[in-house]
């Protein structure tokens, strides 16, 4: 695989990328700040997130418990807050180009995929609940650039369904083993997960690392896993829900340094020593599979998108297209039963901006 001229894979030092994510507070200035601290912390990349909160979220929507935690009360004010504008991303492109590294952007909806090809994205992710949104998947296929696929909070059969997916592009596919907990706890780092992705997958692996350690990405380069994505911050005790699983420009620098030594001069033998049991160590990896983790099935409901009536139906209409869209929570038909939904008949009221389930049809 291949980012601009930076080649990713198993004969090439790490690939780290900075996830500025919401973490600007939904100020552009605050976005410039951190692409400068990612840049001079020796990020590969920064990444932002693209979406717009009411194409986004159904009013069925609710916070996860991580974000109650820090202090959030309403998800769709939420993340109304936490927007940038396309013209304020443009800015963000333009610096981290400036600076010499990538520019990346997970984008939520599939309506948005047009709008963000007008600029020049080095790369795309998709966010670990969009691992069934194959309508999403499709679409940043059909770009024709590099894509990164996260796969918090799922199973390794719903993984492999969405490699299948994304055949056509499997020459530009990098698929990342995380765990959809914000912080997670190292003994929830479920770092084995990277070798069963490895296992069944013929494309760079990577790991998004939602703990506040260095551990990850210096016991997983020695063993070829190349990308690495981590949070980051100016401040991990600011408010807003991605703070406190993210790392300050001083830490992610030091995260880089792991992780380059850790290619360059092999120190995964110091690490272990630093290990103190052979249980410890074994808790940094958890078993050699891909699994939901308990701690990730909040999130796995929250964030998922389902199938959502886009106006009232009445019963004995015939559905088509028009009257479906894709939002959040997970709690409905999931996006990529969008297809099969087309030209079935309705048997009761359904409001507007719901998840839509089996139950709705004949």
Same mark, same amino acid.
């Given at each position: 695989?291949q980012?601009?001229?930076?080649?990713?894979?198993?004969? +090439?030092?790490?690939? !780290?990328? @900075?996830?500025?994510? /919401?973490?600007?507070?939904?100020? =552009?200035?605050? *976005?410039?700040? &951190?692409?400068?601290?990612?840049?001079?912390?020796?990020?590969?990349a920064?990444?932002?997130?693209?979406?717009?909160?009411?194409?986004?979220?159904?009013?069925?929507?609710?916070?996860?418990?991580?974000?109650?935690?820090?202090?959030?009360?309403?998800?769709?004010?939420?993340?109304?807050?936490?927007?940038?504008?396309?013209?304020?991303m443009?800015?963000?492109?333009?610096?981290? +180009?400036?600076?010499? !590294?990538? @520019?990346i952007?997970? /984008?939520f909806?599939?309506?948005? =995929?047009?709008? *963000?090809?007008? &600029?020049?994205w080095?790369?795309?992710?998709s966010?670990?609940?969009?691992?069934?949104?194959?309508?999403?998947?499709?679409?940043?296929?059909?770009?024709?650039?590099?894509?990164?696929?996260?796969?918090?909070?799922?199973?390794?059969?719903?993984?492999?369904?969405?490699?299948?997916?994304?055949?056509?592009?499997?020459?530009?596919?990098?698929?990342?083993?995380?765990?959809?907990?914000?912080?997670?706890?190292?003994?929830?780092?479920?770092?084995?997960?990277?070798?069963?992705?490895?296992?069944?997958?013929?494309?760079?692996?990577?790991?998004?690392?939602?703990?506040?350690?260095?551990?990850?990405?210096?016991?997983?380069?020695p063993?070829?896993?190349?990308?690495?994505?981590?949070?980051?911050?100016?401040?991990?005790?600011?408010?807003?829900?991605?703070?406190?699983?993210?790392?300050?420009?001083?830490?992610?620098?030091?995260?880089?340094?792991?992780?380059?030594n850790?290619?360059?001069?092999?120190?995964?033998?110091?690490?272990?020593?630093?290990?103190?049991?052979?249980?410890?160590?074994?808790?940094?990896?958890?078993?050699?599979?891909?699994?939901?983790?308990?701690?990730?099935?909040?999130?796995?409901?929250?964030?998922?998108?389902?199938?959502?009536?886009?106006?009232?139906?009445?019963?004995?209409?015939?559905?088509?297209?028009?009257?479906?869209?894709?939002?959040?929570?997970?709690?409905?038909?999931?996006?990529?039963?969008?297809?099969?939904?087309?030209?079935?008949?309705?048997?009761?009221?359904?409001e507007?901006?719901?998840?839509?389930?089996?139950e709705?049809?004949?």
């Amino acid at each position: 695989m291949q980012i601009g001229d930076r080649k990713i894979g198993l004969n +090439h030092g790490p690939y !780290i990328i @900075a996830e500025i994510g /919401v973490n600007h507070d939904g100020e =552009v200035s605050r *976005a410039l700040e &951190l692409t400068d601290a990612a840049a001079d912390s020796g990020a590969d990349a920064v990444k932002l997130q693209f979406f717009e909160t009411d194409r986004l979220m159904s009013k069925a929507a609710k916070l996860a418990a991580y974000q109650r935690n820090a202090g959030e009360t309403d998800s769709i004010e939420m993340l109304r807050r936490l927007e940038l504008t396309i013209d304020e991303m443009a800015q963000v492109v333009d610096r981290a +180009h400036e600076r010499g !590294i990538h @520019a990346i952007v997970t /984008v939520f909806s599939t309506e948005l =995929v047009k709008v *963000a090809e007008t &600029l020049a994205w080095d790369a795309y992710k998709s966010a670990s609940p969009d691992i069934v949104n194959r309508p999403l998947l499709e679409a940043l296929m059909a770009t024709g650039k590099p894509m990164i696929v996260s796969t918090g909070a799922s199973t390794l059969d719903e993984v492999v369904r969405a490699a299948g997916w994304l055949e056509g592009a499997k020459d530009r596919l990098a698929v990342l083993q995380c765990v959809s907990c914000y912080p997670a706890a190292l003994e929830d780092a479920a770092l084995g997960g990277c070798d069963a992705l490895m296992a069944v997958l013929d494309c760079p692996i990577g790991y998004s690392d939602h703990t506040v350690s260095h551990h990850p990405v210096r016991l997983l380069t020695p063993l070829n896993v190349c990308i690495f994505e981590k949070h980051f911050t100016y401040d991990t005790s600011a408010a807003g829900p991605d703070h406190a699983a993210s790392l300050n420009p001083e830490d992610f620098a030091a995260y880089v340094r792991y992780g380059q030594n850790a290619y360059f001069n092999d120190d995964s033998v110091e690490v272990l020593k630093g290990v103190r049991s052979k249980e410890l160590f074994l808790t940094y990896f958890g078993p050699t599979e891909k699994r939901v983790l308990d701690c990730e099935r909040d999130v796995r409901e929250v964030s998922r998108q389902s199938i959502i009536s886009a106006r009232a139906i009445a019963p004995g209409t015939i559905i088509t297209r028009e009257m479906l869209t894709i939002k959040r929570p997970g709690t409905g038909m999931l996006a990529y039963e969008l297809d099969t939904v087309v030209g079935r008949t309705v048997c009761r009221e359904i409001e507007a901006d719901v998840p839509m389930v089996e139950e709705d049809f004949e």
